[in-house]
C-alpha cells in the first residue's frame, strides 16, 4: 500500500478511473431520469477525463513556480486538461473538484491521509460553488459524504483515508434515490455520483486497497497503463480528438508559427509529436489514411504524395529549423509554411457577437443566418472557448440551449474574460428560446441591456420536445414504454401516446390552449416526411390567429422542437 500520493500515484489514477468510466459509459448514460434518447452523462465524464489523460500524456508544465512539488504539477495538468475537456454539467463538477485538490495538494511536500481528507472538503465547497442551485440527492452529495468519512477517520493513514471516502460516496450513491422523487420515480442512483464512485474506487485501487466498485465489479488495474485516451467512447481502438490542455491559452514566449504536410507513417509521427511538444505549443496534427486525396494532393500544390498516410503538422515554436528537423525525421514533410507572430499582430478586441450551441446541419445554418458562430451539441469548455475567441469581439453573449451545457458555457466565459473579452451566458434551455433570444438582439444598445433584452426574450419563449422512449419509465404523465411517443414541456413528460403525429397535434393544443402568437416548429432528422407540414396545417386549422415558422434542424434524437411565443 502507498504511503503517500505521488505524481506517478496520479497518473496511474487518471488511467484508472478512465478505464473505469470506459468500461461502465454506457451504464451511467443509461442513468437518466427521464426515458429520453439522450443520457449522456457517462459519455461526458469519459470525455472529460479522456482530456485529463491527455495533459497528462502531454506532460507539459506551463507553470513558473519553480518551487511546485511534482504531484502538484501532475495534479494541476490533470485539473487544467479536466476543465478544458469538461462536457455537461457532472463533467464542469468533476474538473472543480480535481482543481481544487489540485489547489489544496500541490504545495503539501508529502501527501498523506489527514492532507488527502482536507483536500476532499475543499473539492466538496469547489462543487457546491460550480453549481448555480445545488441540489442533495446529486453527485454533490456524493463527493460532501466522501470527504465528512475521509475526515472522521482522524487518521493521516493514505488508505484507511481513501477506503472510508469511497465506502462512504457508494453508501451516498445507494441512499439518492431517496433524496431527489425525480430518481426515485425513474428507479435510478445520480449518474454523475456513479462516476465519482468509479473515480474513488480507482483511487483506492491505486493507493493499494482495492475495494469491489459500486456495482460489484473490481476497479481498473491501477497498473494499467494503456491509454484510452485516443478511443472515441463507445468505439475501442477508434482515434477520436482529444482537447489539447493548452488550447485557448496563447502563443506568448514563441515567435513562429510553423506549418506543413507530412507523408510518414503513424509510429514516427507520434515521435514527431512528442519532440515538437517539448519545443513549442498549439500543436495540431491531423492526418488521413491515405495521403494525397485531400492534404497533399494536387489541390494542396501540385505535389505527388505517394501513397502513404499524409498529415498537416501546426506547432508554435521558436526553433523553427528544430521543427523542420523533427518533420524530416519523421518522413517526408513539404509545403512548409512559417509565420513570425510579430508581423501578423492580432487585431484589436471589437464589436459584439454571439455564439450558439446547435446540434444539427440545419439548426447550424439558421444561427449562422441570425449571424451567430455555432458550436457542435455537447461542447466541452475548450471547444466554446475557441468558438468565443475566434469571434473576435470585444463583447460575446453565448446560448447553450441545454441545461446540461450552461455550466460548461459558465467556464469557457471565465476563461474568456481573463483574456479581455467580456462574455455573457443567457440560459437558453432549447434552440427555439436562442432564436427568439437573437432577435430581439440590438448592437446600440449597451451589452448589459442587450443581454436582459435577450434573456427576457428567452424565457417569454416557452419550449416543448417530443421524442420517442428509450426505456420503460414512471413519468409525471403515466408508465411509459420503450418506442412510446413523448412530448416533454419544459423538460417533463406532458403526454405519452404511440403515435407521432397524433402527439405532436395533441402537444401544440395543449401548449396553445394557455396562450401563443407565434409558433416555431423545428423538424429533427428522425421525423417522417410530412410531419412539418401536418403540425403547421393542423394550428393553421385549429388556431387560425397564430402564426407558424416552420424550419428543418436535423437535430438527432427530437424528431420535433416547439417554441410557443
Known sequence: MLDTLDAAAVRRWCSGALAALHRHQGEIDALNVYP???????????????????????????????????????????????????????????????????????????????????????????????????????????????ARAADRTGSDDLATVVRAAASAARDALAATPGQLPVLARAGVVDAGGRGLCLLLDALAAVVGTPVTDSTGDHPADPGDTGDPADRVPGNPGDVGPAVDPRSGTGSEGYAYEVQFLLEAPAGAVDRMRAALAEIGDSLVVVGSDAGGEDDGGE???????????????????????????????????????????????????????????????????????????????????AELLDAIRRTGAAEVVVLPNDPDTQAVAGLAAREAEAGGVTVAVVPTRSPVQALAALAVRDPRRRFDDDVIAMAEAAGACRYAEVCHAAREALTVAGRCRPGDVLALVEGEVLLIGTDLAGTCRNLLDQLLSGGGELVTLIIGEQAPDGLGEAVAAHVARCWPFVEVHTFVGGQPHYPLLVGIE
Open 299 to 381: 489541390d494542396a500544390g501540385g505535389e505527388d504524395d505517394g501513397d502513404g498516410p499524409v498529415w498537416n503538422v501546426h506547432v508554435h515554436v521558436d526553433d523553427i529549423g528544430a521543427a523542420v528537423e523533427a518533420g524530416i525525421a519523421a518522413g517526408r514533410p513539404y509545403q512548409i509554411s512559417v509565420t513570425r507572430f510579430a508581423d501578423q499582430p492580432a487585431p484589436p478586441l471589437a464589436g459584439r457577437a454571439a455564439v450558439v450551441v446547435a446540434a444539427g446541419t440545419g439548426l447550424a445554418a439558421l444561427f449562422t443566418g441570425e449571424g451567430a458562430g455555432v458550436v457542435g451539441g455537447s461542447p466541452s469548455t
Open 36 to 146: 429520453v434518447p439522450d443520457g449522456d452523462t457517462g459519455t461526458n465524464l469519459v470525455l472529460t477525463l479522456t482530456s485529463a489523460q491527455h495533459a497528462l500524456a502531454l506532460d507539459l508544465d506551463n507553470s513558473s513556480e519553480g518551487e511546485q512539488t511534482s504531484h502538484g504539477r501532475v495534479l494541476r495538468l490533470m485539473a487544467r486538461g479536466a476543465l478544458l475537456g469538461a462536457r455537461g454539467n457532472s463533467g464542469v463538477i468533476v474538473s472543480q473538484i480535481l482543481r481544487a485538490l489540485a489547489d489544496a495538494l500541490t504545495d503539501t511536500a508529502v501527501v498523506r491521509g489527514r492532507a488527502l481528507a482536507s483536500a476532499l472538503t475543499a473539492a466538496t465547497d469547489a462543487a457546491y460553488a460550480a453549481v448555480a442551485r445545488p441540489v442533495e440527492g446529486t453527485v454533490l452529495t456524493v463527493v460532501a459524504a466522501a
